[in-house]
């Protein structure tokens, strides 16, 4: 498949930023939430470059809140999540899977407890929106769900405590890894989290009103003139290579929190209540059977991954699947992220991707590679 | 905005079709529930005339159904619209518009009833398998929701009878409009509905199993090479012509049915139990005060519609949006979807509508265009 065009509508909305995106020259975009996601400033391979340099504003306007507000609010999210939050604590941001009855995931988001009955959860590629409101309805719980006017702006980099510190002042540096405060931005009080969808460091700016959208996008790009600042975006190697997990591509309602290696968030014990407790019961006991794990990929560049590659055995065996895959230029290999039955997971295993230009060899790692 | 790149992922699933779909040289998709869906081939407007004169084969598996199976289905079905389903028998599709508490529309699908305990739900772009599984799970209904593998596909045009009969057998053509028939392909049963996003007559075929996607396809196109057959797709144009809405484009959350024009597929009185109805009861006595028109708006070919165009009157109030529009070469005028205040809805009202380019005069028509 040759990259195609988008036929633009209403529907694939637009965000508080997309001006600002156009005019730093975006090339391409993905749509995630409904909701324009730009994918490509200059090439996949120079924003990599520049995004470990440098410093990088993202319009993640598509990780789109579900605001959670009311009396049943504290026992709604718990019922969401397998993870135990009795000891969340307003000010703090948790990962949290959300699965269904079977323990199938829905969503990864991230909740972000505002006060004792008040969350948002920023939310991944699906519309879970509709989940908790059908939840509440069905339970009669007594909470608002509502998608409020809130666009995540993303500043990602080595600079971005730099950048950040010249817009909010230096108190932004004392912001620890998922906790946020709350900042001045022209008269209105903006959540800033230390958080984001790479492993380069940063923040995440919670823009309450699309009024403040470009107004904000213009500071950040005037601050940091001398950063060398860019327009950005999620990029597609840094985060294989760091191991940040796609929703929709990684993993699907197909798959556990523990295939997707997130049994480190699920506390099945202590969660009581919540949804898929019967089934992740027994998963959290024996363990799963296949789980995520980073390749090493053999030959030259490998083309876009736009279906999940069979792997398989010597002996032509399905063992498992490759999900998201692209060319490193730092590690000088194709990084990937895969799922592998546990008789192949073990690293240093050698297994069989079949590319849609033929079989290479791969190698199960350790860890993933940043 | 200059059309831009889609990047392609797993994430933006392919279809059991898209290999067809790629050999007919699509030039441009949109993503609909996660998945691909052309939008053009020749281009817009040759594919119009094209829809309009001959027979087209649709890629339409992005109407995603969500099956509801169990003891508890006519009753989980019944309380997701406000339609009143009680007349409906199996072999029937109703179009049924569903809401939330308030009454703001979720989706509007086709709902088709495969037996008194059994249905699928041919959903619009929301992920509707998560609101109904929400609803389950908090109600703890006896029933099973999931999504098949199934993907429609559409034969649509003057000349889809034909086509449908040389494939199917001449018995497709007694099926009536909104109803279904079971036929025979290579062995497999196929549910066809007499049913689809045109104004142009056709079938959509709910095809049951990945692996038998391109095979029919490809003796369709073979069946049809004298009937000028040729891939297509959903036609904007056609469409606003013909005032087929589009979900997320013409009506949102923040819409009523009766605002979507769609109050008479709700019998609020009747259809007890259903979620909104609390809500509707109010709106179905008054009425709206915003509805649904088709515009036709002066001047050259207008740009695309990314974001909803305000509508105002000559002294600058706000009376509306324009939601959906193109040139339409048949009626040589825009023609337009917009939902416009009660003060300025009538036919024959003269009103302004906020294109990016300008403003233009628009008349509000008494109906939509074919």
Known sequence: MQPSLLSPSRRLRRTPFSEGVEAAGVKAYTIYNHMLLPTIFRSVQEDYHHLKTAVQVWDVACERQVEIRGPDAGRLV???TPRDLRKMTPGQCYYVPMVDETGGMLNDPVAVKLAEDRYWISIA???LLLWIKGIVWGMRLDVMVEEPDVSPLAVQGPRADDLMAAVFGDAIRDVRFFRFGWFEFQG???????SGYSRQGGFEIYVEGTHLGMPLWNVLMEAGRGMDVHAGCPNLIERIEGGLLSYGNDMTRENTPHEAGLGKFCNTMTAIGCVGRDALLRVAKEGPIRQIRALAIDGA???PCLEAWTV?????RRV???TSAAWSPDHRTNVAIAMIRMTHWDAGTTVLVHAPDGPREALVRESFFS
Not at 188 to 194: G, N, Q, S, Y
Not at 312 to 316: C, E, Q, S, V, Y
Request: aromatic share 0%; hydrophobic share 40%.
């Open 312 to 316: 398989t055995d010597d002996k032509g």
């Open 78 to 80: 718990q019922m969401l």
């Open 320 to 322: 498992g699947q490759v």
């Open 125 to 127: 590629d699906s519309d």
């Open 188 to 194: 209105a009080p903006m959540l800033i989290a230390r």
């Open 301 to 303: 560049a490998v083309p």
